[in-house]
């Protein structure tokens, strides 16, 4: 079953397009890599299909009972203040708030699902630990547990491993991967060529001359698979 | 002494306006000093000061000018500091500018004008109507802030995944900003407006050096401005000290020996 699909998309600001003729799918279950260099239209396909942005041309569609503002969405740390009092709980409670209609507080049992989704990230022991004062590891999977809690569905990345080192970073791999196995749909912009060896199924390729859409076999086969191979040291 | 200050109501009247406003601008303060807004309370006080220049020129009432022309302000501030990197230095030529205009516009109003409690505020001299004003607009702001805390919380800590998981963070960012600009023009009677944005800023400051969560720091926040204000008005009146200046020494006291606390816990 299809969950996003963009056809035939203009992405860009300004009226200024970057990316033409994008024609791309998400379907339940995929592990989908974006990848390609910087300025290369990444960020402007997260927002878009986020729906921050409106794409200049074409359109988005959701299906498969996916709903606007329930992608489970994990910025870049860089995007979030690092010295902002905060406890791993309350950052992972925040995540509920697309589908939170009482007017004060948390219900009981969106604070039991907080719960849940911390412990399913491993970090239960740290639930009322100061958020500031975590790893950039845990950081992450405090931040997957809050994704987490704004969707069962989609959980889309923006360079989630950026920072950390190789041992916390194939430990964010291995968790999203038994995620990815639940059923959950996972898309990953990631300059990390090891994702998308290792876990990926489908690959969207952006780059200035153009865009690669396709199944990671396809993908590898391809000119611009064989140049990121080749850039990353893995062409033997 | 206690008793002595219950027994004049204008005294009790500037007790209670002062609390109100003290505990609206404390919970303000939090998202606006860690959204690095800070200095947007700060401009907004002398915008202040220059409305209430004109409102003396024009013999006009002075919240009927302030108000409209410091919310007005709040999101012309929230804009440019927002979008071009130079919003500092936006803010302070906004700020001198209406202060300058202040000025001129008190002194060609004449000797009636009180210069004195525009800059450092009256709060002894809070009129009935005045205080009964400044009590609503405060418990509107309380409420406000209670009723919008997760919403303005995940607003302040990631705008980015706020923003795509449908929260409408522009709405929210300017309920801030409605918010700050009448906690701005009410707490200017008490403070002036030299002094008012400390109501603003020290309670949070000393909150974040003390609070690991964001309720911790809310709440602290709270206590700290409550018990700086009771503490400065007590002092004001045994020692006849101004009681504007009284209340921001102490929240400066509290501010250095909340910083003592950290070092200490730190080693």
């Not at chain 1, 791309?24 to 300025?39: A, M, P, Q, T």
């Not at chain 1, 992450?140 to 950026?162: G, N």
């Not at chain 1, 970073?169 to 290792?198: C, F, K, Q, W």
Request: hydrophobic share 50%; proline share 2%; charged share 15%.
């Amino acid at each position: 079953m299809i969950l996003i699909e963009g056809k035939n998309l203009t992405l860009g600001y300004e009226g200024q397009g970057i990316i033409t003729g994008l024609t791309f799918s998400v379907s339940e279950g995929d592990y989908l890599c974006i990848v390609g260099e910087n300025g290369s239209g990444k960020s402007t396909f997260v927002k878009t299909v986020l729906g921050l942005v409106e794409p200049l041309k074409g359109t988005i569609i959701l299906s498969g009972g996916l709903k606007k503002n329930a992608i489970g969405y994990l910025p870049q740390l860089s995007d979030i203040q690092r010295d902002f009092p905060s406890s791993v709980m309350e950052v992972v409670l925040s995540g509920c708030l697309n589908r939170h209609h009482r007017l004060f507080g948390y219900s009981a049992e969106e604070k039991a699902r907080a719960r849940e989704a911390i412990c399913r990230m491993g970090m239960e022991e740290y639930r009322n630990k100061s958020f500031q004062e975590l790893s950039g590891g845990q950081m992450r999977r405090v931040l997957l547990a809050r994704a987490l809690m704004a969707t069962e569905k989609i959980l889309f990345l923006d360079e989630p491993v950026t920072g950390l080192d190789p041992g916390a970073a194939s430990e964010l791999y291995s968790l999203l991967r038994r995620l990815n196995e639940s059923g959950i749909t996972v898309m990953m912009v990631t300059h990390d060529i090891h994702p998308a060896l290792n876990d990926a199924r489908t690959i969207l390729h952006l780059s200035h001359n153009g865009w690669f859409f396709g199944t990671k076999e396809e993908y590898f086969a391809s000119d611009p698979g064989q140049t990121f191979l080749k850039e990353a040291g893995h062409d033997r | 002494m206690i008793g002595e200050i219950f027994s004049y109501s204008f005294l009790v009247r500037a007790l209670f306006v002062g609390l109100f406003v003290s505990l609206s601008a404390s919970l303000l303060g939090v998202s606006l000093v860690l959204r690095r807004f800070s200095m947007i309370g700060d401009g907004l006080s002398h915008v202040g000061f220059g409305a209430l220049g004109i409102s003396a020129l024009l013999a006009a009432e002075p919240m009927v000018v302030t108000i409209p022309v410091v919310i007005i302000s709040a999101f012309v501030l929230l804009r440019v500091s927002g979008k071009s990197r130079n919003g500092d230095s936006a803010i302070a030529l906004i700020s001198s500018s209406a202060l300058a205009v202040g000025v001129i516009a008190v002194s060609v109003a004449g000797v009636n004008t009180d210069l004195n409690s525009f800059l450092f505020g009256s709060i002894l001299s809070v009129s009935r109507s005045d205080g009964i004003v400044a009590a609503v607009l405060s418990v509107i702001t309380i409420l406000s802030y209670l009723m919008f805390y997760h919403q303005i919380y995940a607003t302040t800590f990631d705008p980015a995944f706020a923003k795509a998981t449908g929260i409408n963070t522009g709405r929210y960012t300017a309920l801030l900003a409605l918010l700050t600009a009448l906690v701005i023009v009410v707490g200017m009677r008490i403070l002036g407006s030299l002094l008012i944005s400390s109501l603003i800023i020290f309670p949070a400051a000393v909150a974040m050096k003390l609070g690991r969560t964001y309720l911790s720091v809310s709440i602290i926040s709270a206590l700290e401005a409550v018990l700086a204000f009771v503490l400065g008005f007590f002092l004001s009146y045994a020692f006849s000290l101004p009681t504007g200046a009284s209340i921001v020494v102490v929240h400066m006291v509290l501010y250095v020996s909340a910083s003592a606390v950290k070092f200490v816990r730190k080693r």
